[in-house]
């Protein structure tokens, strides 16, 4: 894909987001765009692919939105959030006759062939208006926690490479309801119950010990210091655990 894009613009500047998206993992990858991708300059092009049905039904998609940005990638939920929250989508269904060109399009590769070709013909000016139909697109949203007696149910929206656990629980909510830095909690998960410390830096936790803490993404995450939470907790993305006031 990035051959395909430096071929067509060869000064163009491409930053990977990232690439620890789990396979399939839509939701992980939809969550994954919609806090990262906002930060970016206007008129970004944002190319996404989590698509376990390449070359099938789902339209391949570019979306432009409030500040001139443009999204591409497959209709199956991955763009809506940050789309939604970028503001005005308009969604255009991409058509292969106006974006290869000519050229084959993979029914296993679309990436390559049909949403970078697209990328770079948006870099180039074009706008997506003429590489397809206007279209509506599906619309995924992030699961919100429940609450239970104390505390929450919540669930595992990304692992980082650190092994830290990312969930859907806002930060916010959890200052009210567990406590300030230094409290006690209880995270339940298969049935098992770790002791965890409220805190606010991942200095704060003793070495080895778990703590819950707020991410950059402004969610509660489950972190050991200098170990990882996912292997201590067994958890995964969208597992589901409790998290409580001892």
């Known amino acids: 894909m990035k051959a395909v894009l430096l071929r067509a613009h060869p000064d163009l500047h491409i930053v990977d987001v990232t690439h620890e998206v789990g396979s399939h993992q839509i939701l992980e990858g ?3 765009l919609r806090y990262t991708c906002p930060w970016f300059p206007p008129r970004s092009i944002h190319l996404g692919i989590v698509d376990p049905g390449v070359g099938g039904k789902r339209n391949p998609l570019a979306i432009t939105c409030a500040d001139g940005c443009t999204l591409l990638g497959p209709d199956n939920g991955l ?3 940050l789309a939604e929250y970028m503001g005005d989508p308009r969604a255009f269904r991409l058509e292969p006759e106006k974006v290869a060109r000519g050229s084959p399009v993979s029914s296993t590769f679309e990436g390559r062939d049909l949403f970078a ?3 770079g013909l948006l870099a180039g000016g074009t706008p997506a208006s003429e590489l397809g139909s206007p279209v ?3 619309h995924l949203r992030i699961p919100a926690p429940s609450a239970i007696s104390g505390g929450f149910s919540a669930m595992v929206l990304h692992v980082d490479h650190f092994g830290n656990l990312i969930t859907n629980l806002p930060a916010a909510d959890a200052r009210e309801e567990l406590g300030a830095p230094g409290e006690t909690i209880a995270v339940t998960a298969d049935g098992r119950t770790f002791r965890a410390t409220v805190s606010r830096t991942y200095e704060e936790i003793p070495t080895g010990a778990l703590g819950a803490l707020e991410s950059s993404f402004g969610f509660v995450e489950l ?11 067994g958890l995964r993305v969208n597992s589901r655990f409790e998290i409580r006031r001892r």
């Open 223 to 233: 972190s050991v210091s200098r170990g990882r939470a996912r292997d201590l907790l």
């Open 136 to 138: 509506d697109f599906m």
């Open 117 to 119: 070709r697209a990328a």
């Open 79 to 81: 763009l809506s959030p």
């Open 30 to 32: 939809a969550f994954l």
